[in-house]
């Protein structure tokens, strides 16, 4: 499957680097979504863009810093990030009707990223 | 808030065996969505249900929502080892909420 393509696919990186996560979709949707999924928490919703709008931010700490430039792509800015960050970040895309109602999301492949 | 449970957190059967997995709902649903997530992959749409008591079939898997469309079930007929996986429910509030997951080992 494309039709979400994430970079890059493995991140090692210190506690006090900045790194960025890229996702974008060929779907012609317009909402994307970041998901953090842990032993801890399965499927954990972190930011949602509904064209190109946050429209939610699930109480994630300031370190993770989302950007949606247009409806196809969507990124997340990382810095001074802790080890319990380590993580597969996933992002999603899916077609949004009336009053926030979800059509079937499409995951990427994730970012298996680990903090040290 | 909205709270999704997903019964039970893990199973293990031997191949041939039945699988259920319960997807379990505080409020009212308007739909409902299956995914599955290979080992090492990412979730995979699987099925919508939004009618109350509907049930919807795919090859050896049964979906149902509930006559309160309050729960849902995912039954398995016969695992295979590639039925391997974690499969998730998706609820529709204003956003989509994912319960905790059921995952399924199949012993061959």
């Known amino acids: 499957e494309t039709g979400v393509t994430q970079t890059p696919r493995h991140l090692v990186m210190g506690m006090t680097n900045k790194k960025s996560l890229k996702c974008e979709q060929h779907l012609g949707h317009n909402a994307m979504y970041w998901y953090k999924q842990s032993a801890k928490k399965p499927l954990e919703l972190m930011f949602v863009?509904?064209?190109?709008?946050?429209?939610e931010n699930n109480s994630v700490p300031s370190r993770f810093s989302p950007e949606c430039p247009n409806s196809s792509h969507l990124f997340l800015h990382l810095h001074t990030l802790q080890p319990e960050d380590s993580a597969l970040y996933l992002c999603?895309?899916?077609?949004?009707?009336?009053?926030?109602?979800?059509?079937?999301?499409?995951f990427g492949p994730g970012t298996r990223l680990t903090v040290t | 808030g909205q709270q999704v449970m997903q019964i039970p957190q893990y199973q293990h059967v031997q191949e041939g065996e039945d699988f259920t997995t319960y997807c379990n709902s505080s409020t009212t649903l308007s739909n409902i969505q299956w995914y599955k997530q290979r080992p090492g992959g990412h979730p995979v749409f699987l099925i919508q249900?939004?009618?109350?008591?509907e049930v919807k079939k795919q090859k050896r898997l049964t979906f149902q929502f509930g006559e309160a469309k309050k729960n849902s079930s995912l039954h398995i007929t016969a695992t295979q080892t590639t039925d391997v996986g974690t499969y998730f429910c998706g609820v529709n509030t204003d956003k989509l909420i994912f319960g905790t997951g059921t995952r399924l080992q199949v012993f061959p």
């Open positions: 249900l939004v009618k109350s008591g």
């Open positions: 863009y509904n064209f190109k709008e946050q429209t």
């Open positions: 999603a895309s899916s077609q949004v009707g009336y009053r926030g109602f979800s059509y079937e999301q499409y």
